[in-house]
Nanobody
Framework: QVQLVESGGGLVQPGGSLRLSCAAS????????MGWYRQAPGKERELVAT??????YHADSVKDRFTISRDTAKNTVYLQMNSLKPEDTAVYYC????????WGQGTQVTVSS
């Protein structure tokens, strides 16, 4: 089964930026839309953004601040996060959309001064 490995998280001050990466161990983009999800402490996992051949989607909470992109040749999906807010603090995961693969370990994003 294809495995997903997220990276790029860290501690950043409010207003800062991070770029997350998600590397897939196989070529799946031609079969699936890909998505970034996040789970904050005590909350359910939520969809942040998706990307497919037809375009992309960003949740209202991150629109105009986050941008999803992908490099098909590298089997990698990215999430550029700008103007980060404390409420963006969460573990970020990637998966297909809808999610059909085993979840990876995620990458922690902490926005705090």
């Amino acid at each position: 089964q294809v495995q997903l490995v997220e990276s790029g998280g860290g501690l950043v001050q409010p207003g800062g930026s991070l770029r997350l990466s998600c590397a897939a161990s196989g070529s799946i983009f031609q079969f699936y839309s890909m998505g970034w999800y996040r789970q904050a402490p005590g909350k359910e996992r939520e969809l942040v953004a998706t990307i497919a051949a037809g375009g992309s989607y960003h949740a209202d909470s991150v629109k105009d601040r986050f941008t999803i992109s992908r490099d098909t040749a590298k089997n990698t999906v990215y999430l550029q996060m700008n103007s980060l807010k404390p409420e963006d603090t969460a573990v970020y995961y990637c998966n297909t959309h809808p999610s059909v693969l085993q979840w990876g370990q995620g990458t922690q994003v902490t926005v705090s001064s």
